[in-house]
Nanobody, 120 residues
Framework: QVQLVESGGGLAQPGGSLRLSCAAS????????MGWYRQAPGRQRELLAT???????NYADSVKGRFTISRDNAKNTVYLQMNSLKPEDTAVYYC??????????????WGQGTQVTVSS
């Protein structure tokens, strides 16, 4: 069994920063791409950023220049550094990882979600 556990959400003021973490654990053979998504009330889930196993990154226009995705392969962890936060960044944030288990099955796993609220 594989789990993704997120941490680091909370309340931030406009212009402030938060750093999200997402650690994968369990029967892991390898992790390919990892990413961060968010979903605000009444809206579809939005892809924010992805990072490959070689640390190549890609960003949505809505967060480019403000958010930075990174990963620590030794810790099976992906991070999202969020700077210059805006009220419209308020949402539940989810991590995603494409993981091959030790029995050879490849699957997309999701974290449980962490709330980020940007408000003064």
């Amino acid at each position: 069994q594989v789990q993704l556990v997120e941490s680091g959400g909370g309340l931030a003021q406009p212009g402030g920063s938060l750093r999200l973490s997402c650690a994968a654990s369990g029967s892991i053979f390898s992790i390919d791409a990892m990413g961060w998504y968010r979903q605000a009330p009444g809206r579809q889930r939005e892809l924010l950023a992805t990072i490959t196993s070689a640390s190549r990154t890609n960003y949505a226009d809505s967060v480019k220049g403000r958010f930075t995705i990174s990963r620590d392969n030794a810790k099976n962890t992906v991070y999202l550094q969020m700077n210059s936060l805006k009220p419209e960044d308020t949402a539940v944030y989810y991590c995603n990882a494409n993981i091959r288990s030790r029995i050879g099955v490849r699957y997309d796993y999701w974290g449980q979600g962490t709330q980020v609220t940007v408000s003064s």
